[in-house]
Protein backbone atom coordinates (compact mmCIF):
# COMPACT_ATOMS: atom_id res chain seq x y z
CA UNK A 1 0.00 0.00 0.00
CA UNK A 2 1.36 3.18 -1.08
CA UNK A 3 1.70 5.60 2.22
CA UNK A 4 -0.71 7.79 3.30
CA UNK A 5 -1.03 10.99 1.92
CA UNK A 6 -0.49 13.68 4.47
CA UNK A 7 -3.63 15.41 3.48
CA UNK A 8 -5.45 12.19 5.31
CA UNK A 9 -3.02 12.35 8.01
CA UNK A 10 -3.45 15.67 9.42
CA UNK A 11 -7.16 15.79 8.70
CA UNK A 12 -7.28 12.52 11.70
CA UNK A 13 -4.89 14.37 14.05
CA UNK A 14 -7.59 17.97 13.52
CA UNK A 15 -10.57 15.54 14.12
CA UNK A 16 -8.17 14.53 17.82
CA UNK A 17 -7.19 18.01 18.46
CA UNK A 18 -10.23 20.27 17.77
CA UNK A 19 -12.95 17.44 17.92
CA UNK A 20 -16.17 18.84 16.20
CA UNK A 21 -19.13 18.69 18.88
CA UNK A 22 -21.24 15.52 18.43
CA UNK A 23 -19.31 13.72 15.90
CA UNK A 24 -16.41 11.52 16.25
CA UNK A 25 -14.65 9.72 13.83
CA UNK A 26 -11.42 7.17 14.28
CA UNK A 27 -9.79 5.53 11.69
CA UNK A 28 -9.68 1.44 11.55
CA UNK A 29 -6.88 -0.36 12.74
CA UNK A 30 -5.95 -2.08 9.39
CA UNK A 31 -7.12 0.63 7.66
CA UNK A 32 -6.32 4.08 8.28
CA UNK A 33 -8.63 5.16 5.31
CA UNK A 34 -11.53 3.53 6.87
CA UNK A 35 -12.99 5.39 9.36
CA UNK A 36 -15.72 4.80 12.21
CA UNK A 37 -17.58 7.25 12.71
CA UNK A 38 -20.41 8.25 15.53
CA UNK A 39 -22.94 10.98 14.77
CA UNK A 40 -25.04 12.48 17.77
CA UNK A 41 -28.88 13.53 16.91
CA UNK A 42 -28.73 16.89 16.60
CA UNK A 43 -31.05 18.69 19.12
CA UNK A 44 -35.23 19.39 18.61
CA UNK A 45 -35.00 17.05 15.91
CA UNK A 46 -36.31 13.76 15.93
CA UNK A 47 -33.15 12.25 15.94
CA UNK A 48 -32.33 13.47 19.19
CA UNK A 49 -30.56 11.20 22.11
CA UNK A 50 -29.45 8.91 19.02
CA UNK A 51 -25.92 7.91 18.60
CA UNK A 52 -25.72 7.27 14.79
CA UNK A 53 -22.71 4.89 13.63
CA UNK A 54 -21.61 5.59 10.25
CA UNK A 55 -18.44 4.49 8.31
CA UNK A 56 -16.98 6.59 6.12
CA UNK A 57 -14.25 5.63 2.97
CA UNK A 58 -11.40 8.06 1.47
CA UNK A 59 -10.99 6.66 -1.73
CA UNK A 60 -7.59 6.23 -3.74
CA UNK A 61 -7.79 9.93 -5.34
CA UNK A 62 -9.18 11.51 -2.29
CA UNK A 63 -9.83 14.62 -1.76
CA UNK A 64 -10.26 14.93 -5.59
CA UNK A 65 -13.42 12.42 -4.91
CA UNK A 66 -15.97 12.46 -2.33
CA UNK A 67 -15.45 10.25 0.59
CA UNK A 68 -17.96 7.28 0.49
CA UNK A 69 -20.09 7.30 3.70
CA UNK A 70 -23.23 5.54 4.82
CA UNK A 71 -25.31 5.19 8.02
CA UNK A 72 -24.79 1.98 9.62
CA UNK A 73 -27.48 2.44 12.47
CA UNK A 74 -30.39 1.98 11.35
CA UNK A 75 -32.32 5.24 10.73
CA UNK A 76 -35.78 6.60 9.63
CA UNK A 77 -35.47 10.18 7.44
CA UNK A 78 -36.24 10.90 3.90
CA UNK A 79 -32.66 11.19 2.15
CA UNK A 80 -31.27 8.12 3.61
CA UNK A 81 -32.19 4.23 2.38
CA UNK A 82 -32.58 1.33 3.68
CA UNK A 83 -29.20 0.47 3.09
CA UNK A 84 -27.70 3.78 4.83
CA UNK A 85 -26.74 5.23 1.67
CA UNK A 86 -27.31 8.96 1.80
CA UNK A 87 -28.62 11.79 -0.47
CA UNK A 88 -26.12 14.84 -0.19
CA UNK A 89 -25.25 16.66 -3.40
CA UNK A 90 -21.41 17.22 -1.44
CA UNK A 91 -20.83 13.62 -1.83
CA UNK A 92 -21.79 13.79 -5.22
CA UNK A 93 -21.93 16.46 -7.97
CA UNK A 94 -20.75 18.97 -6.09
CA UNK A 95 -18.11 17.78 -4.25
CA UNK A 96 -15.04 20.08 -4.08
CA UNK A 97 -11.57 19.42 -2.64
CA UNK A 98 -11.84 22.10 -0.70
CA UNK A 99 -14.05 19.80 1.59
CA UNK A 100 -13.03 17.65 4.36
CA UNK A 101 -13.91 15.09 6.70
CA UNK A 102 -15.35 17.34 9.09
CA UNK A 103 -17.27 19.09 6.73
CA UNK A 104 -18.84 16.12 4.85
CA UNK A 105 -20.19 14.66 8.86
CA UNK A 106 -21.45 18.38 9.56
CA UNK A 107 -23.22 18.09 6.25
CA UNK A 108 -24.71 15.02 7.21
CA UNK A 109 -25.53 15.95 10.71
CA UNK A 110 -27.36 19.02 9.21
CA UNK A 111 -29.31 16.79 7.17
CA UNK A 112 -30.74 15.40 10.32
CA UNK A 113 -32.06 18.55 11.52
CA UNK A 114 -33.49 19.04 8.25
CA UNK A 115 -34.90 16.46 6.15
CA UNK A 116 -35.84 17.29 2.95
CA UNK A 117 -38.40 15.05 1.55
CA UNK A 118 -39.12 16.43 -2.03
CA UNK A 119 -35.33 15.33 -2.48
CA UNK A 120 -35.61 11.34 -1.39
CA UNK A 121 -33.65 8.54 -1.05
CA UNK A 122 -36.24 6.38 1.00
CA UNK A 123 -39.66 7.30 -1.05
CA UNK A 124 -41.56 5.24 1.60
CA UNK A 125 -40.11 7.48 4.20
CA UNK A 126 -40.62 11.01 1.96
CA UNK A 127 -43.97 9.77 0.79
CA UNK A 128 -44.98 9.95 4.55
CA UNK A 129 -43.31 13.27 5.87
CA UNK A 130 -45.09 15.01 2.77
CA UNK A 131 -48.49 13.65 3.43
CA UNK A 132 -48.37 13.03 7.67
CA UNK A 133 -45.62 14.60 8.84
CA UNK A 134 -46.38 14.21 12.44
CA UNK A 135 -46.22 10.61 11.89
CA UNK A 136 -43.21 10.47 10.58
CA UNK A 137 -41.46 12.46 13.21
CA UNK A 138 -43.43 9.58 15.02
CA UNK A 139 -41.38 6.92 13.47
CA UNK A 140 -38.20 8.89 13.37
CA UNK A 141 -38.44 9.06 17.26
CA UNK A 142 -39.61 5.74 17.79
CA UNK A 143 -36.32 4.41 15.39
CA UNK A 144 -34.01 6.44 17.32
CA UNK A 145 -35.00 5.41 20.46
CA UNK A 146 -35.20 2.15 19.45
CA UNK A 147 -32.17 1.45 17.26
CA UNK A 148 -29.67 4.60 18.20
CA UNK A 149 -29.85 5.18 21.89
CA UNK A 150 -27.06 4.00 24.20
CA UNK A 151 -28.76 2.22 26.90
CA UNK B 1 -22.92 51.28 -4.48
CA UNK B 2 -22.40 54.71 -5.54
CA UNK B 3 -19.52 57.09 -5.76
CA UNK B 4 -19.32 60.66 -5.56
CA UNK B 5 -17.31 63.01 -7.28
CA UNK B 6 -16.93 66.18 -4.85
CA UNK B 7 -16.61 70.10 -6.00
CA UNK B 8 -15.51 72.40 -3.44
CA UNK B 9 -18.65 74.81 -4.34
CA UNK B 10 -21.17 71.40 -3.27
CA UNK B 11 -19.18 70.40 0.13
CA UNK B 12 -19.63 74.57 0.39
CA UNK B 13 -23.42 74.01 0.35
CA UNK B 14 -23.73 70.18 1.39
CA UNK B 15 -22.17 71.48 4.56
CA UNK B 16 -23.73 74.83 5.58
CA UNK B 17 -27.58 72.86 4.37
CA UNK B 18 -26.84 70.31 6.60
CA UNK B 19 -26.19 72.66 9.74
CA UNK B 20 -29.13 74.99 8.89
CA UNK B 21 -31.45 71.60 8.41
CA UNK B 22 -30.65 70.46 11.68
CA UNK B 23 -30.03 73.33 14.46
CA UNK B 24 -29.86 71.06 17.02
CA UNK B 25 -26.85 68.87 15.64
CA UNK B 26 -23.96 69.95 17.96
CA UNK B 27 -21.16 69.08 15.73
CA UNK B 28 -19.52 71.99 14.46
CA UNK B 29 -19.09 73.29 10.27
CA UNK B 30 -15.57 72.95 11.20
CA UNK B 31 -15.40 69.37 12.02
CA UNK B 32 -17.97 68.70 9.08
CA UNK B 33 -15.79 70.15 6.65
CA UNK B 34 -12.66 68.27 7.98
CA UNK B 35 -14.03 65.04 7.19
CA UNK B 36 -15.34 66.27 4.00
CA UNK B 37 -11.60 67.52 2.77
CA UNK B 38 -10.52 64.26 3.75
CA UNK B 39 -12.20 62.57 1.97
CA UNK B 40 -12.31 64.81 -1.05
CA UNK B 41 -8.32 64.13 -0.97
CA UNK B 42 -8.35 60.82 -0.95
CA UNK B 43 -10.58 60.49 -3.90
CA UNK B 44 -7.98 62.96 -5.59
CA UNK B 45 -5.16 60.52 -4.96
CA UNK B 46 -7.23 57.26 -5.53
CA UNK B 47 -9.59 58.28 -8.08
CA UNK B 48 -11.75 55.08 -8.42
CA UNK B 49 -9.97 52.87 -5.72
CA UNK B 50 -11.99 54.60 -3.16
CA UNK B 51 -15.46 54.13 -3.24
CA UNK B 52 -17.25 56.69 -0.63
CA UNK B 53 -20.71 55.71 0.86
CA UNK B 54 -22.68 58.95 1.79
CA UNK B 55 -25.94 59.62 3.66
CA UNK B 56 -29.23 61.26 2.21
CA UNK B 57 -27.59 64.64 3.14
CA UNK B 58 -24.40 63.63 0.41
CA UNK B 59 -21.97 63.55 4.17
CA UNK B 60 -19.57 60.89 3.78
CA UNK B 61 -20.25 57.62 6.35
CA UNK B 62 -18.19 55.25 4.93
CA UNK B 63 -14.84 54.55 2.76
CA UNK B 64 -13.99 51.36 0.98
CA UNK B 65 -10.95 50.67 -1.33
CA UNK B 66 -9.65 47.49 -1.57
CA UNK B 67 -6.09 47.24 -0.55
CA UNK B 68 -3.07 45.28 -3.13
CA UNK B 69 0.76 45.12 -2.32
CA UNK B 70 2.85 47.42 -4.02
CA UNK B 71 4.39 45.76 -6.87
CA UNK B 72 4.55 48.75 -9.18
CA UNK B 73 0.83 47.83 -10.45
CA UNK B 74 2.16 44.62 -11.85
CA UNK B 75 -1.20 42.90 -10.81
CA UNK B 76 0.51 38.76 -11.71
CA UNK B 77 3.02 39.68 -8.44
CA UNK B 78 0.50 40.44 -6.08
CA UNK B 79 -0.39 37.33 -4.26
CA UNK B 80 -2.13 38.98 -1.26
CA UNK B 81 -5.30 41.96 -1.35
CA UNK B 82 -8.25 42.74 1.37
CA UNK B 83 -11.11 45.38 1.62
CA UNK B 84 -10.36 47.74 4.24
CA UNK B 85 -13.69 49.32 5.01
CA UNK B 86 -13.48 52.82 7.08
CA UNK B 87 -16.88 53.79 9.08
CA UNK B 88 -16.85 57.19 9.80
CA UNK B 89 -19.19 58.18 13.14
CA UNK B 90 -20.31 61.30 13.59
CA UNK B 91 -17.90 62.47 15.81
CA UNK B 92 -15.46 61.66 13.59
CA UNK B 93 -12.30 62.58 13.35
CA UNK B 94 -12.67 63.44 17.22
CA UNK B 95 -14.03 59.76 17.65
CA UNK B 96 -12.15 56.90 16.56
CA UNK B 97 -13.12 55.36 13.04
CA UNK B 98 -14.61 51.81 12.96
CA UNK B 99 -12.39 49.83 10.69
CA UNK B 100 -13.19 46.22 8.89
CA UNK B 101 -10.95 43.79 7.00
CA UNK B 102 -13.30 42.25 4.63
CA UNK B 103 -12.79 39.72 1.77
CA UNK B 104 -8.94 39.06 3.32
CA UNK B 105 -7.30 36.48 -0.03
CA UNK B 106 -4.09 35.00 0.94
CA UNK B 107 -3.79 35.96 4.45
CA UNK B 108 -4.11 33.78 7.68
CA UNK B 109 -6.27 34.45 11.08
CA UNK B 110 -2.82 35.62 12.24
CA UNK B 111 -1.40 37.78 9.91
CA UNK B 112 -5.42 39.56 9.68
CA UNK B 113 -5.18 39.42 13.88
CA UNK B 114 -1.70 41.56 13.65
CA UNK B 115 -3.41 43.80 10.79
CA UNK B 116 -6.27 44.47 12.73
CA UNK B 117 -4.43 45.62 15.91
CA UNK B 118 -1.97 48.03 14.45
CA UNK B 119 -5.02 49.06 12.78
CA UNK B 120 -6.41 50.07 16.15
CA UNK B 121 -3.93 51.25 17.59
CA UNK B 122 -3.40 53.77 14.72
CA UNK B 123 -6.78 54.93 15.22
CA UNK B 124 -6.29 56.04 19.07
CA UNK B 125 -2.84 57.44 18.29
CA UNK B 126 -4.33 59.80 15.16
CA UNK B 127 -7.73 60.62 17.37
CA UNK B 128 -8.73 63.92 16.20
CA UNK B 129 -6.98 64.11 13.23
CA UNK B 130 -7.20 62.60 9.47
CA UNK B 131 -6.73 58.79 9.77
CA UNK B 132 -7.96 56.59 6.46
CA UNK B 133 -4.87 57.30 4.53
CA UNK B 134 -2.60 56.80 7.13
CA UNK B 135 -4.67 53.54 7.05
CA UNK B 136 -4.80 52.75 3.30
CA UNK B 137 -0.75 53.15 3.72
CA UNK B 138 -0.19 50.75 6.67
CA UNK B 139 -2.64 47.95 5.31
CA UNK B 140 -0.35 48.15 2.23
CA UNK B 141 2.91 48.16 3.61
CA UNK B 142 1.67 45.18 5.77
CA UNK B 143 0.37 43.06 2.95
CA UNK B 144 3.96 44.55 0.90
CA UNK B 145 6.02 42.46 3.31
CA UNK B 146 3.87 39.55 3.74
CA UNK B 147 3.50 39.25 -0.44
CA UNK B 148 3.11 35.67 -0.23
CA UNK B 149 0.23 33.29 0.49
CA UNK B 150 0.32 32.59 4.42
CA UNK B 151 -3.13 30.57 4.36
CA UNK B 152 -3.41 26.83 3.58
CA UNK B 153 -3.51 25.07 0.45
CA UNK B 154 -7.36 23.84 0.28
CA UNK B 155 -6.36 21.26 -1.47
CA UNK B 156 -3.46 19.74 0.87
CA UNK B 157 -3.98 21.36 3.34
CA UNK B 158 -0.42 22.17 4.28
CA UNK B 159 0.75 25.62 3.76
CA UNK B 160 3.23 27.21 0.90
CA UNK B 161 6.90 26.95 1.58
CA UNK B 162 9.84 29.22 -0.49
CA UNK B 163 10.38 27.28 -3.46
CA UNK B 164 7.02 25.96 -3.66
CA UNK B 165 5.24 26.75 -7.01
CA UNK B 166 1.70 27.84 -6.32
CA UNK B 167 -1.31 29.67 -8.71
CA UNK B 168 -3.37 32.29 -7.97
CA UNK B 169 -6.72 31.94 -8.94
CA UNK B 170 -8.50 35.01 -10.52
CA UNK B 171 -10.70 34.55 -7.35
CA UNK B 172 -7.47 34.96 -5.05
CA UNK B 173 -7.17 31.63 -4.17
CA UNK B 174 -4.24 29.90 -3.26
CA UNK B 175 -3.22 26.11 -4.55
CA UNK B 176 0.11 24.47 -5.14
CA UNK B 177 0.49 24.18 -8.95
CA UNK B 178 0.72 20.80 -8.19
CA UNK B 179 -2.52 20.20 -6.25
CA UNK B 180 -4.34 22.31 -8.70
CA UNK B 181 -3.13 20.31 -11.93
CA UNK B 182 -4.94 17.28 -9.56
CA UNK B 183 -8.17 18.62 -9.28
CA UNK B 184 -8.14 20.33 -13.23
CA UNK B 185 -7.33 16.38 -13.97
CA UNK B 186 -10.09 15.63 -11.67
CA UNK B 187 -12.68 18.02 -13.28
CA UNK B 188 -11.92 17.02 -16.72
CA UNK B 189 -12.19 13.58 -16.00
CA UNK B 190 -15.51 13.67 -13.87
CA UNK B 191 -17.06 16.02 -16.62
CA UNK B 192 -15.86 13.69 -19.19
CA UNK B 193 -18.12 10.66 -17.93
CA UNK B 194 -20.87 12.68 -17.47
CA UNK B 195 -20.79 13.56 -21.12
CA UNK B 196 -20.50 9.81 -21.88
CA UNK B 197 -23.64 9.09 -19.74
CA UNK B 198 -25.71 11.10 -21.81
CA UNK B 199 -27.56 9.61 -24.99
CA UNK B 200 -25.81 10.76 -28.14
CA UNK B 201 -27.98 13.32 -29.67
CA UNK B 202 -27.62 15.22 -26.18
CA UNK B 203 -23.85 14.54 -25.82
CA UNK B 204 -22.82 16.29 -29.72
CA UNK B 205 -24.58 19.89 -28.10
CA UNK B 206 -22.52 19.14 -25.14
CA UNK B 207 -19.28 18.28 -26.21
CA UNK B 208 -19.04 21.99 -28.00
CA UNK B 209 -18.69 23.26 -24.39
CA UNK B 210 -15.41 22.48 -22.89
CA UNK B 211 -15.12 21.74 -19.57
CA UNK B 212 -15.36 24.46 -16.77
CA UNK B 213 -13.24 23.72 -14.31
CA UNK B 214 -14.39 25.77 -10.82
CA UNK B 215 -12.32 26.74 -8.09
CA UNK B 216 -12.49 24.52 -5.10
CA UNK B 217 -13.12 27.46 -2.32
CA UNK B 218 -15.43 29.27 -4.07
CA UNK B 219 -16.81 27.62 -7.10
CA UNK B 220 -16.12 30.54 -9.12
CA UNK B 221 -14.82 29.73 -13.08
CA UNK B 222 -10.99 29.30 -13.09
CA UNK B 223 -8.85 29.49 -16.11
CA UNK B 224 -5.39 27.44 -16.08
CA UNK B 225 -2.65 26.83 -18.03
CA UNK B 226 -2.45 23.08 -17.62
CA UNK B 227 0.90 22.56 -19.25
CA UNK B 228 2.74 25.50 -16.14
CA UNK B 229 0.71 23.44 -13.69
CA UNK B 230 1.39 19.73 -14.39
CA UNK B 231 4.42 20.38 -14.29
CA UNK B 232 5.11 21.81 -11.03
CA UNK B 233 6.88 19.41 -8.62
CA UNK B 234 4.55 18.24 -5.31
CA UNK B 235 4.29 20.70 -2.16
CA UNK B 236 7.80 20.65 0.44
CA UNK B 237 5.81 19.72 3.20
CA UNK B 238 3.95 17.15 1.36
CA UNK B 239 6.54 15.30 0.10
CA UNK B 240 7.67 14.42 3.87
CA UNK B 241 5.08 11.59 3.98
CA UNK B 242 4.81 10.17 7.20
CA UNK B 243 3.70 6.86 8.76
CA UNK B 244 0.56 7.14 10.72
CA UNK B 245 0.18 5.80 14.00
CA UNK B 246 -3.14 5.59 16.30
CA UNK B 247 -2.66 6.87 19.45
CA UNK B 248 -3.99 5.89 22.85
CA UNK B 249 -6.91 8.16 22.44
CA UNK B 250 -7.86 7.31 19.40
CA UNK B 251 -7.59 3.50 20.78
CA UNK B 252 -9.52 4.58 23.64
CA UNK B 253 -12.52 6.04 20.88
CA UNK B 254 -12.27 3.09 18.76
CA UNK B 255 -12.89 0.55 22.27
CA UNK B 256 -16.10 3.01 22.53
CA UNK B 257 -17.32 2.82 19.02
CA UNK B 258 -16.89 -1.19 18.88
CA UNK B 259 -19.11 -1.23 22.48
CA UNK B 260 -21.64 0.93 20.66
CA UNK B 261 -22.06 -1.63 17.68
CA UNK B 262 -22.34 -4.24 19.64
CA UNK B 263 -24.61 -2.63 21.56
CA UNK B 264 -26.89 -1.45 18.61
CA UNK B 265 -26.35 -5.06 16.98
CA UNK B 266 -27.98 -6.83 19.98
CA UNK B 267 -30.80 -4.34 19.36
CA UNK B 268 -31.43 -5.13 15.72
CA UNK B 269 -30.49 -1.76 15.44
CA UNK B 270 -27.36 -1.92 12.93
CA UNK B 271 -28.00 -2.11 9.04
CA UNK B 272 -27.85 -5.61 7.52
CA UNK B 273 -26.53 -4.77 3.77
CA UNK B 274 -26.63 -8.26 2.82
CA UNK B 275 -30.34 -8.96 4.23
CA UNK B 276 -31.85 -5.55 2.32
CA UNK B 277 -29.67 -6.29 -0.50
CA UNK B 278 -31.10 -9.50 -0.94
CA UNK B 279 -34.45 -8.32 -0.41
CA UNK B 280 -34.27 -6.28 -3.27
CA UNK B 281 -32.74 -8.70 -5.89
CA UNK B 282 -35.80 -9.67 -7.56
CA UNK B 283 -36.81 -5.76 -8.63
CA UNK B 284 -33.04 -4.92 -8.81
CA UNK B 285 -32.34 -8.01 -11.74
CA UNK B 286 -34.99 -6.17 -14.10
CA UNK B 287 -34.53 -2.88 -13.31
CA UNK B 288 -30.71 -3.46 -14.61
CA UNK B 289 -31.86 -5.51 -17.63
CA UNK B 290 -33.94 -2.72 -18.31
CA UNK B 291 -31.72 0.18 -17.60
CA UNK B 292 -28.57 -1.30 -19.67
CA UNK B 293 -28.79 2.22 -21.84
CA UNK B 294 -27.47 3.88 -18.58
CA UNK B 295 -24.51 3.62 -17.50
CA UNK B 296 -24.14 2.59 -13.46
CA UNK B 297 -23.82 5.92 -11.21
CA UNK B 298 -21.87 5.92 -8.15
CA UNK B 299 -21.74 3.16 -5.15
CA UNK B 300 -21.79 4.19 -2.23
CA UNK B 301 -21.39 1.14 -0.13
CA UNK B 302 -18.11 0.53 1.28
CA UNK B 303 -15.99 -2.24 0.77
CA UNK B 304 -14.95 -2.69 5.13
CA UNK B 305 -11.32 -3.07 5.39
CA UNK B 306 -11.08 -6.80 6.10
CA UNK B 307 -12.98 -9.93 6.44
CA UNK B 308 -14.33 -12.47 4.12
CA UNK B 309 -17.97 -10.51 4.12
CA UNK B 310 -16.07 -7.86 3.01
CA UNK B 311 -15.64 -9.21 -0.33
CA UNK B 312 -18.55 -10.24 -0.75
CA UNK B 313 -20.29 -7.75 -0.31
CA UNK B 314 -18.17 -5.22 -2.73
CA UNK B 315 -19.61 -7.98 -5.07
CA UNK B 316 -23.32 -8.10 -4.18
CA UNK B 317 -22.55 -4.24 -4.96
CA UNK B 318 -22.25 -4.80 -8.69
CA UNK B 319 -25.42 -6.15 -9.35
CA UNK B 320 -27.60 -3.04 -8.00
CA UNK B 321 -25.18 0.08 -8.74
CA UNK B 322 -27.28 0.56 -11.74
CA UNK B 323 -30.12 1.23 -9.37
CA UNK B 324 -28.59 3.48 -7.00
CA UNK B 325 -29.17 6.74 -8.16
CA UNK B 326 -33.01 6.25 -9.09
CA UNK B 327 -33.63 7.55 -5.62
CA UNK B 328 -34.56 10.73 -6.88
CA UNK B 329 -31.26 12.65 -5.78
CA UNK B 330 -28.27 14.02 -6.84
CA UNK B 331 -27.68 15.22 -10.72
CA UNK B 332 -29.32 12.74 -12.60
CA UNK B 333 -33.03 13.72 -12.72
CA UNK B 334 -35.04 14.72 -15.94
CA UNK B 335 -32.65 12.73 -18.32
CA UNK B 336 -34.51 9.21 -19.78
CA UNK B 337 -37.26 7.55 -18.45
CA UNK B 338 -36.86 9.11 -14.82
CA UNK B 339 -40.89 8.52 -13.89
CA UNK B 340 -40.94 4.65 -14.44
CA UNK B 341 -37.60 4.70 -12.25
CA UNK B 342 -38.90 6.01 -9.88
CA UNK B 343 -42.04 4.29 -10.00
CA UNK B 344 -40.03 0.95 -10.09
CA UNK B 345 -37.86 2.62 -7.36
CA UNK B 346 -41.24 3.08 -5.51
CA UNK B 347 -42.27 -0.33 -5.83
CA UNK B 348 -38.73 -1.70 -4.55
CA UNK B 349 -39.37 -0.27 -1.49
CA UNK B 350 -42.86 -1.55 -0.70
CA UNK B 351 -41.74 -4.86 -1.58
CA UNK B 352 -39.08 -4.60 0.81
CA UNK B 353 -41.26 -3.34 3.30
CA UNK B 354 -43.48 -5.77 2.82
CA UNK B 355 -40.63 -8.27 3.51
CA UNK B 356 -39.55 -6.98 6.58
CA UNK B 357 -42.67 -7.11 8.58
Known amino acids: MTALPRRIIKETQRLMQEPVPGISAVPDDSNARYFHVIVTGPEDSPFEGGLFKLELFLPEDYPMSAPKVRFITKIYHPNIDRLGRICLDILKDKWSPALQIRTVLLSIQALLSAPNPDDPLANDVAELWKVNEAEAIRNAKEWTRRYAMDN | ?357
Open chain 2, 1 to 357: MFVIHFHAVAVESEGQRLILDREDDPRPLRRLRRVVDEVGALKAILMDELIVRSNESGYPVAVEAVIFPSTADDTLQQYVCLTLVVELPPGYPDVAPVVLLRNPRGLDDSVLGRIDREVKEKCESYCGQAVIYELIELVKEYLTSSNLPSCQCAICLYGFREGDHFTKTQCYHYFHSHCLAGHVTSSEKSYQEELDKLPAWQRSQHAQSPCQVLCPVCREPIQCDMNLLSSAAPPLDVENARQFELSDELRSLQRQMASLFSHQKRRGGIIDPEAEDSKLLLVTDTVEQEGQDDPPGPSLLLPPPTSQQAVHQHNSIGTSRGDWRRGGCGGFRGRGSSSSHRNRHRRRHHQAAATSR
